[in-house]
């Protein structure tokens, strides 16, 4: 079973932020949280990754609880072409596999 | 784009039969995972590959197998294909050690 729980569907406003969260309340000390998300059957597009600092880059960023049990992917200028479906993820470094949740449903309206 | 490849993008097999996707890693990437994904649902981890030993298997039957080549290329295969196995199936690639791992658009199978 997955390790996340995310609200199922969202809309955000063309030009606004998106504030996506992650529940994430058994996370171990060596899991990292990852973001990925997957635009209309497609593959699964990498967004951002972290430990427990919070982390910038061109697409996202991502702030971490200070106990680390929740997380939210700020989208700081959201664009109709970022509708898509958003996981969360929690996985060891370097581990083998990632287990999927449902995701959440983001809808960017013009 | 990632740099990771897969094909053929979309397949019709028919129940029964036998059916290898293909997947062309990241450059450098040694380790490749492949997954199945069901439509509406997330996508399941079926195993992973690192210098073309498994090292990693989820709750998939024998049926699904892969190898992975010494240039990092590798195949899943799906003999006695099952209706339930009509997917979009992804391989994602990254170095061993590095964190994310970064996937392919997807061979979408259908099994009829």
């Known amino acids: 079973d997955a390790k996340t729980t995310q609200p199922p569907s969202m809309d955000c406003a063309e030009g606004r932020a998106a504030n996506l969260p992650c529940n994430h309340s058994?996370?171990?000390?060596?899991?990292?949280v990852y973001w990925y998300r997957q635009i209309h059957s497609q593959g699964p597009q990498y967004i951002i990754h972290?430990?427990?600092n919070n982390e910038t880059n061109e697409m996202a960023s991502l702030i971490i609880t200070e106990d680390r049990k929740s997380s939210t992917l700020i989208l700081p200028h959201a664009t109709l072409r970022d509708t898509a479906v958003y996981y969360c993820?929690?996985?060891?470094?370097?581990?083998?596999?990632?287990?999927f949740g449902t995701g959440t449903r983001l809808k960017v309206l013009a | 784009e990632t740099g990771v490849t897969q094909s053929p993008t979309h397949l019709i097999k028919t129940r029964g039969q036998q059916v290898t996707l293909r997947c062309s890693s990241q450059?450098?990437?040694?380790?490749v995972s492949w997954y199945q994904q069901a439509l509406g649902q997330g996508p399941q981890f079926i195993f992973q590959?690192?210098?073309?030993?498994?090292?990693g298997r989820g709750n998939f039957p024998p049926r699904f197998s892969g190898l992975q080549f010494p240039n990092y290329s590798s195949e899943l295969n799906v003999n006695a294909l099952e209706l339930d196995d009509s997917a979009l199936y992804l391989c994602?690639?990254?170095?061993?050690?590095?964190?994310?791992?970064?996937f392919g658009q997807g061979t979408r199978l259908t099994v009829v």
């Open positions: 972290g430990l427990k």
């Open positions: 590959y690192y210098r073309e030993e498994e090292n």
């Open positions: 058994t996370i171990s000390g060596n899991e990292y």
């Open positions: 994602a690639s990254r170095l061993q050690g590095d964190t994310e791992a970064f």
């Open positions: 450059s450098g990437h040694n380790t």
């Open positions: 993820i929690v996985s060891p470094s370097g581990t083998y596999k990632y287990i």
